[in-house]
């Protein structure tokens, strides 16, 4: 029980000051609505952390990379910023692609493998110029869309070689 009280007062302090952080202001309201959206949101998490629906390891959500995560999102801005500029002088539509890139998904009550798809998915949406629309668990392959599509050959490396 004290395990529980500790976790979700953790998880209250997490979502309070990401809510101050959002609404920049320290208006009685404001910090009133963040108090209470914080303490549903804590109570949420840790009903949901002791059901055990689904078991994620914290620690295999990082990315391995970091340094090159960032570069990512650095470049893909210059890139969709010159498709853009390129787009307005143009005057042609840019046209993104849907691509399949093959990934192990891993078993459906593995906490690792849940961890694992749960972390792709995050990070590679973080990124601008791409996002996860879903991940097959049968067919080990992952659904993504890029905005501004780079040469399909080179697909998984660009987007998975971030992380």
């Not at 963040?34 to 949901?48: D, F, L, Y």
């Not at 002791?50 to 990082?62: A, D, H, M, N, T």
């Amino acid at each position: 029980m004290l395990r529980s009280v500790v976790i979700g007062v953790c998880w209250w302090i997490f979502l309070f000051v990401l809510w101050m952080s959002l609404v920049v202001t320290e208006a009685t309201p404001e910090v009133v609505a963040g108090v209470v959206v914080a303490g549903i949101g804590a109570i949420a998490a840790e009903v949901v952390r002791r059901s055990r629906f689904v078991e994620l390891l914290p620690w295999g959500l990082l990315p391995r990379r970091p340094a090159a995560l960032v570069w990512t999102i650095v470049s893909d801005c210059w890139l969709l910023t010159v498709a853009l500029g390129r787009q307005l002088r143009d005057r042609q539509d840019n046209v993104g692609a849907f691509r399949g890139i093959p990934f192990d998904a891993g078993a459906d009550d593995d906490p690792r493998a849940a961890t694992r798809r749960a972390a792709y998915a995050a990070l590679v949406s973080l990124t601008p110029n791409t996002y996860v629309v879903g991940i097959d668990r049968e067919n080990h392959n992952m659904l993504v869309h890029e905005l501004v599509a780079g040469p399909r050959e080179t697909t998984r490396e660009r987007v998975l070689g971030k992380l």
